[in-house]
């Protein structure tokens, strides 16, 4: 079994702060994808990287995905409390696993 | 811009009842799945079909059957509820096979057998 493992499990940070949150496995992926999902709701698709070493931002997120493409991180600047959400990542290499999760909440 | 529909939002089921997860998309793609959500596990897939007619084995597939009726729809079904069946249900669908670039997904069904 192919595992993906996110880390930290929680976060609980002030509005205003940075934080970094982090995938890994042992597995070369052909993608990675980074999810948020909101209670009640369905995950919402972020980005998704293919390139060993890119680079992506979307507005105060910034994802990375590693140069042997075995990682990621996604680290968000000045966190405001509408980033508080399950943040999940998954990896592609035929069949697509997800990860269990990084709960975030930002308080005000 | 509806994307993908799932039906119903909630159920609860007496442990041996039947149901059937209604799933639909607008969105013109070929691969269509179907995952759960436990805490502390993730997604884990249950059904996929990568196209019209065509439908196979995920992860954990034992104790339902999936119907792919026509690109739009792919139904989820439990033949006789257990316990162990109670989570949250996502439908999801992707343009290539395999959610290689990505998945849209639904709201859920939050699913409670008793």
């Known amino acids: 079994t192919q595992l993906l493992e996110q880390s930290p499990q929680f976060l609980s940070i002030q509005e205003g702060e940075n934080l970094t949150v982090y995938c890994n496995s042992s597995?070369?992926?052909?993608?990675l994808q980074w999810y948020r999902q909101e209670p009640g709701e369905g995950p919402v698709l972020l980005v998704t990287?293919?390139?060993?070493?890119e680079v992506k931002k979307l507005k105060r997120l910034t994802f990375q995905f590693g140069d042997a493409r075995k990682d990621s991180s996604l680290h968000i600047t000045a966190a405001q409390p509408g980033d508080t959400g399950l943040y999940l990542c998954?990896?592609?290499?035929?069949?697509?696993?997800f990860g269990a999760g990084t709960r975030l909440t930002v308080k005000p | 811009n509806a994307g993908v529909t799932q039906t119903p939002k909630f159920q609860v089921l007496k442990t041996g009842q039947s149901m059937t997860l209604q799933c639909a998309q607008d969105?013109?793609?070929?691969?269509m799945y179907w995952y759960r959500q436990d805490p502390g596990m993730g997604l884990r897939l249950i059904y996929y079909?990568?196209?019209?007619?065509?439908?196979d084995k995920g992860e954990v597939p034992n104790g339902y059957n999936v119907s792919r009726l026509n690109k739009r729809e792919f139904s989820l079904r439990l033949e006789s509820a257990a316990p162990s069946q109670t989570s949250v249900y996502f439908c999801?669908?992707?343009?290539?096979?395999?959610?290689?670039?990505?998945?849209?997904f639904g709201s859920g069904t939050r699913l409670t057998v008793v």
């Open positions: 990287v293919v390139t060993g070493g």
């Open positions: 969105m013109n793609h070929n691969s």
């Open positions: 079909s990568a196209s019209e007619g065509t439908t």
């Open positions: 999801a669908s992707s343009v290539g096979n395999r959610g290689v670039l990505g998945y849209t």
């Open positions: 597995s070369v992926f052909s993608s």
């Open positions: 998954a990896g592609a290499w035929g069949a697509t696993r």
